[in-house]
Structure formats: C-alpha cells, structure tokens
C-alpha cells in the first residue's frame, strides 16, 4: 500500500478535544532538529479561503525522492520567513512580475534539508548535551554548502586567472542577465521577519485528494501581505500526529486547530525554546 493511499484510508481516531495537549519528549530527540530552507511556492489558495489557516508551500524537494521528511502527518518547530535586501537592484514594485515565477527564483541546490543537532550557545549546551556526531554531521553539511556556494560565486563573478579577458566579459553578461531579470518586492513589517512557532503537514491531505505530496508551513502569526517568492527557512522538531481523512471540513479545522494549541504547549518546553535561537534561522 502506497504512502497516499494508506493515509486515505486513515480516520481520525479521536475527538480533537481528547488528544494530548503536547507531544515529544522532554528535549528533541533524533532524527530532530531537521533544518529546512527554501522559497515559499503558490499553492492551492485554501488554507486561508476554507481552513483560516494560510500556509507557505515548500519546493516540491523538501518532500522528493530522499527527503527526511518519509513520514506523512503533521510536524511542529519554528519558522522564519527572510526579508528581501532592500538594495538589491533586481527588485521591482511593478505589478508585472509574477514573485513565484520560477525564473525569478533561486536553484534547486537553494532547497536543503539538514539532518542533526545544531549547538545553539552556551545555554543550550550547560543543560543537554547534543550526540557529537550529529552536531558534527550538521556542521559538516553546512560547511560543504557553505563552500559550493563559495566556488559558485567565485567562478559566477571572477573567472579563472587564465583567460582572464574572456572570463571577465562572461561574467560580465551573467550580471546583466542576473539583473535583467526582475524579481517583485515584497513588502514585509519588521514583526512579518521574526521567528515564529510553525505548524507543517506532510503529506497528500486526503480531504481534498491531492495528486501529489506537498510540504505546507502555517506560520502562528498574521502576516500582512503575502510572501511568495522569499525564503523561508524551518527547523522542525518533532511529529504531532499522522494525516487523516475527515468526514467534513469542520472536522477538519477542528483537528487543526488543536493542532496549533499543541504546537504552542509543545515548544513552550526550555529545551524547545531554545530552538527559537537556532543560528540557522538567522536574525
């Protein structure tokens, strides 16, 4: 039975209101924290029409062949959405230009999933001590990233030292084309940019018979404007509950509206709080 139909075959086992009201163990255990960035994509345009629940869609790689996330259901942690550089000339107000275009967006590469445990600070630290080889599998990851992107941008903007003529007219024609290409602004209120806790579901959401499996993060805060386009980035840090089928959509929101109260209870914990700092969510 494949992962789409076992999930429509499965009914909530329980009234919303008889759940346990937070979840996980008392710190994250393995295989969280699990780091995950990416540009938030259109999606179906329901989450805040029929559940009063709007959600940034992932890349479609979050949840693709070797993803992390094998499991479907719902997910708890914490979120960020980046805010644009305001001096970025690529940037346009005209309403021409579609900010989910796919030809405005970052690389596939730009959409990582990180395994393992991030060393928050001293604090974090004095009351948990993370698996060392997690921490180092993590910070190994990040540095080989960190070091693609370097040899990218070095070969993107200066060329080799050979040919140093030719080099410097190709990349002279990347920049313009880099700049041709115009990506819309997004206007977000300072408070828009901050971390908040996040509810995520994995999964093909039965209810509505999705073709194909989607990562939906529903940010706990009421944003002003949308965001498509910008990357956000997600540290998940544990597993609420499986995806189910409902028999009606009041079902349905009820379900996730206790959701959000366990999120909220859940992440209340020190040793989640923490996470609320995470270097990777960046400030």
């Known amino acids: 039975m494949t992962d789409s139909l076992e999930a429509q075959a499965l009914k909530s086992p329980t009234s919303p209101n008889r759940r346990p009201e937070v979840c996980g163990p008392h710190a994250p255990e393995r295989p969280y924290p699990i780091y995950l960035r990416g540009k938030v994509e259109r999606g179906f345009g329901r989450g805040s029409k029929d559940l009063g629940c709007p959600t940034a869609n992932l890349p479609s790689k979050v949840v693709g062949p070797g993803s992390s996330l094998t499991r479907t259901g719902v997910y708890f942690g914490f979120a960020r959405v980046l805010p644009q550089d305001p001096d970025d000339p690529s940037l346009t107000d005209s309403e021409e230009v579609d900010p989910s275009n796919p030809s405005t967006q970052v690389d596939d590469d730009e959409n990582e999933v990180v395994l393992g445990a991030s060393p928050i600070g001293d604090g974090f630290l004095g009351r948990v001590q993370p698996n060392a080889a997690s921490i180092l599998e993590a910070q190994a990851t990040r540095k080989d990233k960190e070091l693609d992107v370097s040899r990218s941008e070095l070969n993107d903007g200066v060329g080799s030292l050979h040919g140093a003529t030719a080099s410097s007219s190709s ?21 828009d940019t901050q971390v908040y806790p996040m509810v995520m579901s994995v999964g093909w959401n039965p209810f509505y018979k999705n073709t194909h499996k989607t990562a939906e993060v529903h940010i706990l805060h009421d944003f ?48 989640y709080q923490d996470y609320s700092q995470d270097p990777f969510l960046g400030r």
């Open 171 to 191: 990349s002279s024609s990347s920049l313009a084309a880099a700049r041709s290409k115009k990506t819309k602004r997004v206007h977000l209120q300072h408070e």
């Open 224 to 271: 002003a404007d949308d965001f498509y386009g910008l990357e956000i980035r997600v540290v998940v840090l544990g597993y609420v509950r499986p995806e189910y089928n409902y028999d009606s959509l009041d079902a349905l929101i009820e379900d996730i509206e206790m959701d959000k109260r366990v999120t909220v209870n859940s992440l209340a914990r020190p040793l």
